[in-house]
């Protein structure tokens, strides 16, 4: 986040100087992605400088401990602006389950899907540029 936050911000400003005006910050990450885009997501929260900011974070590893009042839990932890997606047996998420993370919630159980999509199973479907079963 530390790497990230100037690197927003210069990009807003230089977009500001073209006439373009930032109003909208959307944030994506995936597992250490994820927790930095949270952490990113919190300085821009406090720094006010954006109309809005949102995310879509994936497999967020949990990284905050929180003190709020639970009348304030809400804003604090973004869940109106944040979705939290992740398997419910993603052992980095589990571990990590005695911090907080940012959003809310959307969980999946990935267990139907083990073995039913493989790597090797994408190497043959082109042949002469289409797709096997294609005409």
């Excluded at 986040?1 to 807003?12: H, I, S």
């Amino acid at each position: 986040a530390q790497q990230l936050y100037p690197q927003v911000q210069e990009a807003a400003s230089a977009l500001e100087r073209e006439g373009k005006t930032v109003r909208r910050i959307v944030v994506s990450g995936h597992s250490l992605g994820s927790a930095a885009g949270a952490g990113l997501l919190k300085l821009l929260k406090a720094e006010g400088r954006f109309d809005e900011v949102q995310a879509y974070l994936f497999a967020q590893p949990h990284s905050f401990a929180v003190r709020a009042r639970e009348s304030h839990l809400d804003d604090c932890m973004m869940k109106h602006c944040v979705l939290n997606i992740h398997n419910t047996r993603d052992p980095v998420v589990m571990a990590s389950m005695v911090y907080k993370g940012l959003g809310t919630s959307v969980k999946f159980d990935g267990a139907p899907f083990v073995g039913t999509v493989r790597p090797d199973a994408f190497e043959n479907s082109y042949i002469s540029g289409r797709p096997e079963n294609s005409n």
